[in-house]
């Protein structure tokens, strides 16, 4: 994959690597309940703060990598860490979805906000409460950011055995269909039919619906720059092994010994490499309705 290629994103990153860990203390995930809880944030994209009782609003995600990450440099505005790789490839991730969605929304008659993205370290305050580095890359909806510790990219790397550029891309524009499900009001009506749910099972399929969604999304993004990006098979490659890699099913059978499909967040090892393939073969965004389909056949 070619990402040199892509544009960037004009001032949406806001670096704050190397800026002092979790703010105001953060959150204290320490000891073995602390460490089995900030395994099942990593492994299923959900701020411990919502484990532990103190988050507002569970954030959406599910992760990969990028080159290893560098020490911070410092050298940049007000001290902070100046631009290097690891910034550049996202800057350009995030640019290349900003230009194909601003595309699509407006071809629909609609305007595109982009999102904003922070790089961070070990944790950050964001719109949806205080988060570690464990929680992995997640959305948040209500300040419409995105948030990354490059770092946690090569945790899955050596955990899960995923790696290479499309799949760290993939990552991004996932969580970036996370924010297009805000901005087209899907998000809310999921979250609202989750409150309605009459079992924990119908509850965490909507979940599943808005993951898979989103993952189609990221395959949207993909067949819109595979030319421009120079995107090969191999680097398809890439993304799938990703997607099986974070299955709910590929997961819990590494945790747990065994798989209870009622308790499904993101959706099965297929399941997720089908909807990103969906979006990516088609590179239409119609394709990617989650909702309007039988759970069974997902």
């Known amino acids: 994959m070619d990402w040199r290629n892509l544009p960037g994103s004009g001032g949406g990153i806001e670096d704050r690597r190397g800026a002092g860990g979790l703010p105001g ?19 299923f994209g959900i701020d411990p703060s919502v484990i532990l009782g103190g ?49 699509i929304f407006k071809q629909a008659g609609r305007v595109y906000t982009n999102p904003t993205l922070r790089l961070f370290t070990q944790g950050t305050q964001s ?15 209500l300040d419409n950011k995105i948030y990354i510790d490059t770092s946690f990219f090569q945790t899955m790397e050596r955990r899960l055995g995923g790696g290479g550029d499309f799949a760290y891309a993939y990552v991004i524009a996932h969580e970036v269909g996370h924010h297009i499900q805000n901005e087209l009001g899907i998000a809310d009506q999921v979250e609202r039919q989750q409150r309605s749910a009459r079992s924990e099972a119908e509850q965490n399929s909507y979940g599943v619906r808005l993951e898979l969604q989103a993952d189609c999304f990221a395959g949207v993004w993909g067949n819109r720059v595979q030319s421009q990006a120079n995107i090969t098979p191999q680097d398809v490659q890439e993304a799938v092994r990703t997607a099986e890699a974070i299955g709910d099913d590929n997961l819990q059978k590494q945790s747990k010994g065994y ?40």
Not at 127 to 137: K, L
Not at 262 to 283: A, P
Request: proline content about 7%.
């Open 259 to 298: 798989v209870v499909p009622d308790s499904f967040t993101h959706g099965s090892s297929q399941q997720r490499v089908s909807w990103f393939m969906r979006g990516y073969e088609s590179g239409d965004p119609n394709k990617c309705d989650t909702f309007n389909i039988d759970y069974r056949q997902l």
């Open 127 to 141: 719109g949806c409460g205080q988060a570690s580095s464990a929680v992995g890359p997640f959305y948040c909806p």
């Open 25 to 43: 203390g953060g959150m204290a995930v320490g000891g073995i309940g602390g460490l089995i809880i900030a395994l099942i944030a990593m492994f």
């Open 55 to 103: 988050g507002s609003t569970p954030t959406q995600t599910q992760t990969q990598q990028t080159q290893t990450q560098q020490p911070p440099t410092q050298g940049g505005a007000q001290g902070q860490p100046a631009p290097d790789e690891d910034y550049d490839f996202v800057d350009r991730i995030l640019g290349s979805t900003n230009e194909v969605w601003g595309g």
